[in-house]
DNA sequence: GTAAGCGGTTCATTCCACTGG
DNA sequence: TCCAGTGGAATGAACCGCTTA
């Protein structure tokens, strides 16, 4: 049982209970067993024995402050409400558990200054691309701290740290051209983002789809069909456009939960999908959120495992490795929205 | 432009750039103002001048470890998979940043082990009642760090850290009593626990419900209706039960997300809410994930924000308060679910 | 302004038992 | 038998950046 002296259990009580010098204990509980003097068999049971009997846990701030390390696994994602984010997160506690960190998510914008201060072993930092100042912040953070950095972005290269680039811009060419193959007009269902990232029509998932458009000589923008954030918003909206003059036939969504509005809507308006109207999302739909059949969607296979894999590696490696890039490609995984029954492009 | 050195800007770098003492620069940029000497306005100046100039962003671990915190408000929510975490998570996150606090939610079970070693402000945690040890560990929390602790609990009082007691047990009794003058047949949908909290049927919920349904003289155990858990999963099992021969006609959902799915599973089978089907949710359903009307429910009148400023004051407040319980209490809000109008209990 | 830590990590050093010439 | 040489085990002490007497 644990003694309960009075407050908490330092290294030196550990030391002290077992008999050995501070410098032992540590090497013994935290040294890298490579390491020159690993200690003795004896020496290692006994001070193992003292630190549980006192219910010793390491002070992660003197840690991280000796070796720039140890705040655990830091996911900074802007927002907690997307499903993206908690299924990654998800992932990233079970590989992150096997190597005894804890895994924590930043719920607010000021990564930089968050990061800056904090030594975690290793950060993921999504909105690289969408903030000013963005990429070179993460240079900054990489050269200035010992925390292996992460960073999404399509217009980075390593140096130091992780570029992850994912861009589903040529998904959605390719989501276009599928589409446009068996209908005359394909439209995009896209969220008003207001002022955010100067607006949606100057986002990057709709500039793509605007660029298919132009491609095949049809009138982008006319084809964009801006609805207000939501799942209840797009539902309604999607319930109006679906009984309006204006009735869509193929359907590209900026978004996966705008995917299970519109489905939900087509439903609900008695429009028989895929017969009637075709859907195909940017992005997966994550089960747990889809009450109908699977929805089809372009989106990068295993993603959650492989991303986590790579943030849980760059925190468990101590080495200064110079960094790499890891581009994800996008898929096509056919559903029950859409008439192909193959993966093909 | 920040001077690009070579390495992190300490305190040091500041105080040699503004021509003070590093006890000085300290004391100017964090040092209460209330403290006997402040510095003179010219020398406040010249430091935050500095400090801004080079970028400097104090040391979290070097702070908390000299002061017992630092470390930021701590949710530990153990998943990010449940509406009511992330809004509690948007609002803390508002309120802490007013004071220039990060917010970050732990995504583990492991909350005793990470702030033991980890000097946050403050910290929540919601689990203490579903685990074995939970009481005692909050206990030895709140004596060994300086972190403000608020427990989640229906059990516990308040020892030197802030208990909230909120628990549904007497509202499910009567939302039961609501919908048995009504109705003969009154049940509850809940999710298959498997043995986690030891089952369903041992959940304080469902306990309740038994209870209450005892009260009237009803075989409360026939009238669990136990699903499998997420929200396709609870879809799919309601619209089988809808369209079965044990037909519903008042519900009691165990949580949110399975009235959604519920509502959803009546609309599809055709059968009228609340006419011919009255759902009531225990716990709120979160305004996004509502696609048609609202959902009638019982919860607790601005949960999140009175939950935030809670968390947010005990991190400011640096004194040893001696911690207070604050008692949640639930009340019926109507929706379009059932046939009341009025909020009456 | 000076200086003493907070709780760990880690380099340089001492200590020791044992080898072989 | 004696002693320089050797390498593993254990320790001393400096230090990380900041707060505060």
Chains 1, 2 share one sequence.
């Not at 309006?244 to 939900?264: H, R, S």
């Not at 609900?268 to 859907?279: C, D, F, N, Q, T």
């Amino acid at each position: 049982m644990p003694r309960e002296s009075r407050g908490t259990v330092t290294l030196a009580d550990v030391a002290r209970a077992a008999g050995v010098s501070l410098a032992t204990a540590s090497f013994v509980l935290s040294g890298r067993g490579g390491s020159r003097s690993a200690g003795s068999a004896e020496t290692k049971k006994k001070v193992r024995a003292a630190a549980a009997e006192l219910g010793y846990v390491p002070n992660r701030h003197a840690q991280a402050m000796r070796t720039g390390r140890g705040g655990g696994v830091v996911l900074a994602l802007g927002t907690l409400d997307d499903p993206w984010g908690v299924q990654l997160t998800a992932q990233v506690r079970d590989d992150a558990l096997a190597h005894d960190l804890s895994t924590l998510v930043l719920a607010d914008e000021r990564w930089y200054e968050y990061l800056l201060g904090a030594s975690a072993d290793a950060a993921l930092v999504t909105s690289v691309d969408f903030v000013a100042d963005g990429p070179d912040r993460v240079r900054r953070l990489a050269s200035s701290t010992h925390t292996g950095i992460i960073a999404f972005s399509a217009q980075m290269e390593p140096e130091g740290f992780d570029v992850v680039s994912s861009t589903p811009v040529r998904a959605i060419g390719r989501a276009y051209h599928r589409l446009r193959a068996r209908h005359d007009r394909v439209q995009l269902l896209a969220p008003d983002l207001g002022r955010r990232v100067g607006g949606t029509l100057a986002h990057p998932r709709t500039r793509a789809f605007l660029e298919a458009a132009r491609e095949h000589g049809d009138p982008g923008e006319q084809r964009v069909h801006i609805v207000p954030e939501g799942s209840h918003e797009t539902y309604l909206a999607g319930l109006e456009w679906l009984r309006g003059p204006d009735l869509p036939e193929a359907v590209i969504c900026f978004t996966g939960y705008q995917a299970v509005a519109l489905q939900l809507a087509a439903e609900r308006a008695g429009v028989r999908v895929p017969e009637e109207l075709e859907i195909v999302s940017i992005g997966d739909v994550p089960a747990k959120s889809e009450f109908f059949g699977p929805i089809s969607y372009y989106g990068v296979d295993d993603v959650f495992v492989r991303l986590a894999r790579i943030i849980v590696d760059r925190a468990v490696d101590r080495e200064d490795r110079p960094g790499s890039l890891h581009t994800f490609d996008w898929e096509f995984f056919p559903g029950t929205t859409t008439r192909d029954t193959d993966g093909a492009s």
